[in-house]
């Protein structure tokens, strides 16, 4: 089928109304990642994540959730990536996930930190011992001659740790995405989508409706 003959799908959700919202964002999207996890086909955790440097070129790519709460959404990469780079220089980014199963899209928008070295650490510990191993290997985003490279580096680590726990890299670690926006997307027949976005104003949070 050519892109021109797809017409996109046909939605069939019921409305989503103000009323049936939660006044607190992050409740209201724990809500639908528990619908996302126990109803969709694919993980629930995969987003979006865009940023932009100093130069003004966005650049967009899927991450995982690796958990959230009232302070942000967080995921973890290598400092010195090209998305490490850019929020150094740019410490704001936008996620996006969309879940096709529910028809629902969840927009965050807001600023970026470093997550603290303890909850690197924490979370570095929970990671497959592979994981830990490639985290230490790859010079995420750099170019290198071939994928041997890579395989023979990760055999040599391997054997250097072998009856030893393998350290977090100290350029790889945690970011949180602190929202001042989340976006509630449920797809609606004839593109009448319904969109809610959750603003935060003077540690309040307000929530509007928005055309789609």
């Given at each position: ?18 009323k ?13 990642f528990?619908e ?5 086909s694919?993980?629930a955790?995969?987003?979006t994540?865009?940023?932009?440097g ?8 899927t ?18 990536s ?20 529910l ?10 930190e470093k997550?603290s070295?303890?909850?690197s ?6 990671r497959?011992r592979g994981?830990?191993i490639?985290?230490h290997?790859?010079q995420?985003?750099?170019?290198i001659d071939n ?22 890299p ?31 104003e ?11």
């Amino acid at each position: 089928m050519s892109i021109d003959a797809y017409r996109g799908p046909v939605f069939t959700s019921e409305p989503l109304h103000k009323k049936g919202l939660l006044d607190d964002p992050f409740e209201q999207f724990r809500l639908w990642f528990a619908e996302a996890e126990e109803k969709c086909s694919n993980y629930a955790n995969p987003m979006t994540l865009a940023t932009c440097g100093k130069d003004g070129q966005p650049v967009a790519r899927t991450v995982l959730l690796k958990g959230f709460d009232t302070r942000g959404f967080n995921f973890y990469t290598n400092y010195e990536s090209r998305k490490g780079q850019q929020l150094a220089e740019n410490p704001k980014a936008s996620i996006c996930f969309y879940w096709e199963e529910l028809e629902r899209q969840v927009i965050v928008i807001g600023q970026v930190e470093k997550m603290s070295a303890q909850e690197s650490d924490d979370y570095f510990l929970t990671r497959p011992r592979g994981s830990q191993i490639g985290a230490h290997v790859s010079q995420q985003s750099q170019p290198i001659d071939n994928r041997e490279v890579l395989e023979r580096e990760a055999e040599e680590l391997e054997s250097s740790y072998f009856d030893k726990p393998v350290p977090r890299p100290s350029n790889w670690g945690g970011y949180r995405l602190v929202p001042q926006s989340i976006e509630f997307w449920q797809g609606q027949p004839d593109r009448l989508h319904d969109r809610f976005i959750y603003r935060k104003e003077k540690q309040v949070w307000s929530v509007t409706r928005h055309a789609p």
